[in-house]
């Protein structure tokens, strides 16, 4: 599976966008983009994929640039609860296994 | 979604002993279940992969004898760290497949809410 990379961390002011960048310049055309988010002491929670289309639903959008080489996890209006590590993760479709990188570890500020 | 219940939520043991501990999917059906480690401030790491019916899949440097993981039905995993000593203090978390979704669409985990081991 493509290796993907974060930035370490990030800050974000409560009630704005938080944008949360992640490259996949190896990405394959049958690998998907999957993000998962870990609050502190809990198991990870899925938040969104998409292979190729920007996505949507009630915790985020996913956009994905035309090359695949790069996304975007968009939270609209960031709450403090939203402060967790952000996992960018790309997976062939049928694979079962997820391995996660070091993520992005967004606090957001009051 | 899918609900993933891993029990116990923490448990405290005296170096020597063993630890079970439990993953069940609640409302689905998981023909295979991952189980994962996280040590503090480290990302998550992939221990093995259990598979309904069969003998598990263990990743490099993870020893089989020492981390027994039994999946006896297509809702329970069981991870059993035996003799455990206090550098298996660590966060475990499983996790658990979804059948595969329909044509076209790629599956999903989730996770449980992971159990948090202390050894003294």
């Not at chain 1, 990870?44 to 956009?63: D, F, R, V, W």
């Not at chain 2, 059948?99 to 159990?115: D, I, M, V």
């Amino acid at each position: 599976d493509a290796k993907t990379t974060q930035p370490p961390s990030m800050d974000c002011a409560e009630g704005r966008a938080a944008n949360l960048p992640c490259n996949h310049s190896t990405i394959s055309g049958n690998e998907y983009v999957y993000w998962y988010r870990q609050i502190h002491s809990q198991g990870p929670q899925y938040i969104i994929h998409g292979l190729k289309n920007n996505e949507t639903n009630e915790m985020a959008s996913l956009i994905i640039t035309e090359d695949r080489k790069s996304s975007t996890l968009i939270l609209p209006h960031a709450t403090l609860r939203d402060t967790a590590v952000y996992y960018c993760i790309v997976m062939t479709q049928g694979a079962q296994k997820l391995v996660f990188g070091q993520g992005t570890r967004l606090t957001i500020n009051p | 979604g899918a609900v993933v219940s891993q029990h116990p939520s923490w448990v405290i043991c005296k170096s020597g002993t063993s630890v079970k501990i439990e993953c069940r999917s609640l409302d689905f059906q998981a023909t295979t279940m991952f189980w994962y480690r996280q040590f503090p401030k480290q990302s998550l790491m992939l221990m093995a992969t259990s598979n309904e019916g069969s003998k598990a899949t263990y990743e490099q440097g993870v020893e089989k004898d020492k981390f027994l993981i039994n999946h006896a039905s297509l809702t329970l995993s069981t991870l059993t760290v035996t003799s455990a000593h206090p550098e298996d203090s660590s966060f475990y978390i499983c996790s658990a497949s979804v059948a595969r979704l329909a044509q076209g669409r790629s599956e999903k985990l989730f996770f449980g809410s992971g159990t948090q081991l202390s050894v003294l």
